[in-house]
């Protein structure tokens, strides 16, 4: 069976711009229904912290200093242990680099003397 043709995708000008119109008519027309029936907006809730009355107010803030503190250092040591990787990384490479220079350039000292 001898396969069918594909069609082309091309699109007449005059639909695309119909297209184009309907799109942007649309757009408005939605605008228009959003400014007349507003809806609710959600507001992100914030955290409203600790009361003064709370009993061990001030454990409780040590405690939270403590642990922010603790994930700033530990942030720290991550940040110091992936650019000692890739320093040892970067050393590695240039090492095989002079290596393979090295190589070459015996090589080539090999093959002149021949």
């Not at 757009?27 to 914030?46: L, V, Y």
């Not at 922010?68 to 970067?90: F, G, Q």
Request: no cysteine.
């Amino acid at each position: 069976m001898v396969p069918k043709k594909r069609l082309s995708k091309r699109v007449r000008l005059s639909k695309k711009y119909s297209i184009k119109g309907k799109i942007k008519e649309h757009q408005r027309k939605e605008k228009r229904q959003a400014k007349k029936n507003p809806q609710p907006q959600r507001k992100s809730k914030k955290d409203p912290g600790i009361p003064n009355n709370w009993p061990f107010k001030e454990e409780l803030l040590n405690e939270v200093e403590k642990q922010r503190l603790e994930a700033e250092e530990e942030k720290k040591r991550k940040r110091a242990a992936s650019r000692k990787k890739k320093a040892a990384k970067k050393a590695t490479n240039e090492n095989t680099k002079e290596q393979q220079i090295e190589e070459e350039e015996a090589e080539e000292e090999h093959s002149e003397e021949e």
